[in-house]
Nanobody, 124 residues
Framework: QVQLKESGGGLVQAGGSLSVSCVAS????????MGWFRQTPGKEREFVAA????????YYGDSTEGRFTIYRDNAQNTVNLQMNSLKPEDTADYYC?????????????????WGQGTQVTVSS
């Protein structure tokens, strides 16, 4: 089992930056892909970004590429999401996710482990 705990988030004005972090714990954390999804009420969970265990494979969702950066620190078992040029439509609950994921997969079902989420609000 892998446990995930998010931190960060909060309120920021449009155009600003914010960072969210996730710390993983568990026996198999060493080999898993970690990523981020987001969700707003009434909508499906949307893929944001993911990074492989080695950090060598990174990919983003269509709406976040170029503005968001994902990176991980395996020594600290953390994955971070740096969000720049934020827009009001980036407002959502952001969820850390992990699993043994096929490269390039953006499917929610491929990520076995989930955090509780952290809220990000971007004001206009």
């Amino acid at each position: 089992q892998v446990q995930l705990k998010e931190s960060g988030g909060g309120l920021v004005q449009a155009g600003g930056s914010l960072s969210v972090s996730c710390v993983a714990s568990g026996r198999t954390v060493n080999s898993i892909t970690m990523g981020w999804f987001r969700q707003t009420p009434g909508k499906e969970r949307e893929f944001v970004a993911a990074v492989s265990w080695s950090g060598g494979q990174i990919y983003y969702g269509d709406s976040t590429e170029g503005r968001f950066t994902i990176y991980r620190d395996n020594a600290q078992n953390t994955v971070n999401l740096q969000m720049n040029s934020l827009k009001p439509e980036d407002t959502a609950d952001y969820y850390c996710a992990a699993g043994w994921v096929p490269y390039g997969s953006r499917a929610e079902g491929d990520f076995r482990f989930w955090g509780q989420g952290t809220q990000v609000t971007v004001s206009s």
